[in-house]
């Protein structure tokens, strides 16, 4: 959890507070948040300490319609929970942060910028809030890597590859949200592999799935609204409404017939061309149910 601590400022570079920098009622709707995340001890200086001047300087080039509060971590009170929060090791630093409207669950997301070995970070800041303004931006999402080796049947994506493996493609994609130590999830999932089997080299049909206590859903701007509180879930996200995605009723059958004969509803015969042979029926030992908001850890 985050600690109070009053903030002071330099120059117009405010000490990094999330207390008071996440309020986004003291700052308003048109102001935006702009987080330097730097090695080093708080006392000493730095070479990107004008760069952040400057860019918050009526000649740092910078030209916009909102306001934008600029802070900077370097060694402060803050960095061992800010790097744990957000997932950040000491060789990814330099790196700034974009928080729209001053919060970190904005429906339009956060962005990072990666600042290591960058020789003109100025250049490179005020593109990037450039980009940001004009809607050019793809979200930062939290999330472990991407696993290395994933030749299964079902896609296992993180937060950063949401967007690529579920949103990008073409296609309709069928999603299981799960906690790994939830019973249920651990039912669901011999059930989704077995789809995965019936769907194998469907071009224009995949699996994937996504671990809710490891990873943050990419923003409601880019997926629509997805209940992760209470897993497993399972959304089919359609082909040219990705940001519609449609929820498998929790309280239904939790097998592949049924998974089956619901997408067979929702989907046209040619994408589940292959697929139209009897489905195995596998049964639960006990009627489905799911795990709720004190065991499945999302990020929050």
């Not at 000490?15 to 008071?20: L, Y």
């Not at 070995?117 to 250049?123: E, R, Y």
Request: proline share 7%; glycine share 8%.
């Amino acid at each position: 959890l985050w600690t109070l601590l009053a903030w002071t400022a330099t120059s117009n570079v405010l000490n990094f507070d999330p207390i008071s920098l996440f309020e986004s009622g003291t700052y308003g709707e048109s102001s935006d948040l702009l987080v330097f995340v730097e090695k080093g001890k708080s006392l000493g200086r730095s070479p990107f300490d004008k760069t952040l001047r400057t860019l918050d300087s009526p000649g740092g080039g910078l030209k916009r319609n909102r306001d934008l509060v600029i802070a900077s971590c370097r060694g402060c009170e803050f960095y061992d929970s800010l790097m744990d929060r957000w997932q950040l090791k000491e060789d990814d630093l330099p790196v700034a942060f974009l928080f729209p409207r001053h919060s970190e669950f904005s429906a339009d997301g956060k962005f990072r910028l990666n600042l290591v070995g960058v020789a003109t970070p100025l250049d490179h800041l005020v593109e990037f809030v450039q980009r940001f303004d004009a809607g050019q931006l793809r979200p930062w999402v939290r999330g472990p890597p991407a696993p290395e080796h994933d030749d299964g049947l079902v896609k296992e994506v993180v937060g950063s590859t949401f967007l690529q493996e579920v949103v990008d493609p073409d296609m309709d994609i069928l999603v299981m949200l799960y906690a790994p130590f939830c019973g249920f999830s651990k039912k669901l999932q011999p059930i989704f592999e077995e789809l995965g089997r019936k769907f194998a080299g469907n071009a224009l049909f995949k699996l994937a799935r996504i671990d809710t206590t490891q990873n943050e859903l990419p923003p409601s701007r880019w997926v629509g609204s997805v209940e992760h509180s209470r897993v497993p879930r399972i959304y089919l996200f359609p082909k040219g409404k990705k940001t519609s995605p449609e929820v498998y009723p929790p309280e239904a059958e939790r097998t592949s017939g049924a998974l089956i004969a619901w997408l067979k509803e929702r989907i046209a015969p040619e994408v589940l061309l292959g697929t139209q042979s009897e489905a195995a029926y596998v049964e639960l030992d006990e009627e489905s149910s799911e795990c709720g908001p004190r065991s499945a850890l999302a990020i929050k």
